[in-house]
C-alpha cells in the first residue's frame, strides 16, 4: 500500500509563513510527478505547485513569488514552503503524487489526507 500524509499546517497570521511536509511511504518504485492542491470551503480543489521528476515547476498565479515547491528525492518527501500567507490562503491543502509501485506499473495518482491551514486577519 502507498500513504502520503501532510503535516505543517496551522493557525497563522496574515504575513506570517509555514512550511508543509508531504511524505509517501509504502511499495513505491518511482515516483513521477508531486503536486500541492487546496480547496477552500465552497470552492473547486486547485492546484497550488506542481513539481515534476524532471522539467519546469509551476505555481498557480496567486502564490507566484511567495510559495517554494521542493522535493527530496531519496526521502519520497516534498515540500511547501508558504511565506507573506494571506487570509484567502486560508484552505485545506493535499499533496498529490503520481507513482509506479514495481517496476512496468503505470503511474497511478495518490492523494494525502489534507492539512488545514487557516491565515488569520
Known amino acids: 500500500q502507498v500513504q502520503l500524509v501532510e503535516s505543517g499546517g496551522g493557525l497563522v497570521q496574515a504575513g506570517g509563513s509555514l512550511r508543509l511536509s508531504c511524505a509517501a511511504s509504502g511499495r513505491i518504485f518511482s515516483i513521477n510527478s508531486m503536486g500541492w492542491y487546496r480547496q477552500a470551503p465552497g470552492k473547486q480543489r486547485e492546484l497550488v505547485a506542481a513539481?515534476?521528476?524532471?522539467?519546469?515547476?509551476s505555481y498557480a498565479d496567486s502564490v507566484k513569488g511567495r510559495f517554494t515547491i521542493s522535493r527530496d528525492h531519496a526521502k519520497n518527501t516534498m515540500y511547501l514552503q508558504m511565506s507573506s500567507l494571506k487570509p484567502e490562503d486560508t484552505a485545506v491543502y493535499y499533496c498529490?503524487?503520481?507513482?509506479?509501485?514495481?517496476?512496468?506499473?503505470?503511474?497511478?495518482?495518490?492523494w494525502g489526507q489534507g492539512t488545514q491551514v487557516t491565515v488569520s486577519s
Open positions: 498529490s503524487a503520481a507513482l509506479a509501485s514495481k517496476s512496468g506499473s503505470p503511474w497511478y495518482n495518490y
Open positions: 513539481i515534476p521528476s524532471g522539467g519546469s515547476i
